[in-house]
């Protein structure tokens, strides 16, 4: 996440806010909302359920303000509490039914590499693109699309990852490595030219 | 496509495992060896690198009503500016 004002810092802002200033609220809101938002769908795959994580989380946010410690980055903290959000919308829904990775085994198959027909440069209006990427990453277990997303995806560092997905750092770079593989094999199968 | 101590598949195994990071230590010598002098493994390379830059590249922007929508949650659709 991006701090998109040199004028003020998130902390200054964080204090005003907990003395009382809505301005300063608002203003925090507006800096992280846009990555909230996108970061919910990313994880949920679908606008509905992100934009209900992302008023969850910001919701949150305002109640919790004040336990805010600053040892940790706001933008972690909010990763942490939309995680959190989506999780529970996960376990809400009725039917999920992920893709165990624990046969590492058959993750990588060198028998089978082909080229693609599509280039990430295509994404753009192509909507059969992106029913795949949703197919595929719908298949992985709630924990290793969280790593995927946050450490690949949004570029965080493996040690915020693994504070924000509350997982070692070994377990963080297992399930990046299973998340790759995984996804990788799905896009294979209908990516191939 | 395979080399004597290092196998196709321990290379994808490691692409997997350390893509985006440091290659330069004396573990990933006989990776990039290997690497190097393989179609199959760069063609595999490549496809694990599009796959990251697929999920990088869709995003979904928050439109005006949603954004309204979360202020007045707030309680802070006042202040918007």
Known sequence: MKDTSNKITDEQLIAEAVEGSNKALAELVKRYEQTVYNF???????????????????????????????????????????????????????????????????????K????????PEKLADN?????????????????????FILRDVEGLSTQETSEIAKLTVPAVKSRLHRAR?????ELNKTLHV | ????????????????????????????????????????CQKYFESVESTVHFYKKYDVKLDNEGHERLLSILGLNDLDE
């Not at chain 1, 909507?127 to 969280?146: F, G, T």
């Not at chain 2, 080399?3 to 230590?25: A, P, R, W, Y």
């Open chain 1, 112 to 119: 089978n590499i082909l080229d693609w027909k599509f280039s």
């Open chain 1, 181 to 185: 593989a995984f996804l990788r094999n």
């Open chain 1, 40 to 110: 919910a769908f990313k994880v949920c795959r679908n606008k509905d359920r992100a934009e209900n994580a992302m008023q969850e989380t910001f919701m949150s946010m305002v109640k919790s303000l004040k336990q805010f410690s600053g040892k940790s980055k706001l933008s972690t903290w909010l990763y942490t509490i939309v995680s959190n959000h989506c999780l529970m919308l996960a376990r809400s829904q009725k039917k999920y039914d992920y893709t165990s990775l624990e046969n590492e085994d058959g993750l990588i198959n060198d």
């Open chain 1, 127 to 147: 909507e059969e693109l992106k029913n795949i990427l949703d197919e595929a990453i719908s298949k992985l277990p709630h924990d290793y699309r969280v790593v």
């Open chain 2, 1 to 40: 496509m395979k080399k004597q101590t290092t196998t196709c598949k321990e290379v994808m195994s490691h692409i997997c495992d350390s893509l985006g990071e440091d290659l330069n230590s004396t573990k990933c010598t006989n990776i990039k060896q290997h690497l190097d002098s393989c179609p199959t």
